[in-house]
């Protein structure tokens, strides 16, 4: 099995629709051996350019696996020999979809929200200033003893 990440970008205008084309997203990985891994990320941005006059748009990335030639051999499940580009076509032609992508997630870190990317950015941050804070009272104690032992 092979992982893979895939964004997509619905504009706000199709906000009220989001469970109908994320229904249908689903079924179209599915339909060519995709599996669906837990996570969903959602957030809504402002796009840095207007594309089919939506100024503002829902962008959801989730991650998912593909069975590989071989698994698909064994199991004898006949599918595309490009199922991504199947997938990516699809994808094109679904009329609440404005872009989509997909990437090999073999490379790129954990899936995280908004909100466990700042946690994470906090708590780095908290444990660097520990580590300085540390050093510093390191270098306080050294400067104590030499001051002690008349260095």
Request: glycine share 6%; hydrophobic share 35%; aromatic share 6%.
């Amino acid at each position: 099995m092979k992982e893979y990440e895939l964004i997509y970008l619905i504009g706000a205008s199709q906000k009220e629709n989001f469970r109908a084309i994320d229904k249908d997203v689903h079924a179209i990985v599915e339909k060519f051996g995709g599996t669906w891994l837990d996570k969903q990320v959602t957030e809504e941005r402002r796009l840095a350019y207007e594309i089919k006059h939506e100024r503002n748009g829902l962008y959801v990335t989730q991650r998912f696996t593909l069975p590989d030639v071989d698994e698909r051999e064994e199991n004898g499940i006949e599918l595309s020999d490009n199922p991504i580009a199947e997938i990516n076509r699809e994808l094109g032609l679904h009329t609440g979809i404005l872009r989509a992508l997909i990437v090999s997630a073999e490379d790129l870190p954990p899936l995280m929200t908004k909100e466990e990317k700042d946690a994470l950015r906090i708590k780095k941050q908290q444990e660097r200033e520990l580590r300085e804070n540390k050093n510093v009272s390191g270098a306080a104690i050294d400067k104590q003893v030499e001051d002690a032992l008349h260095i």
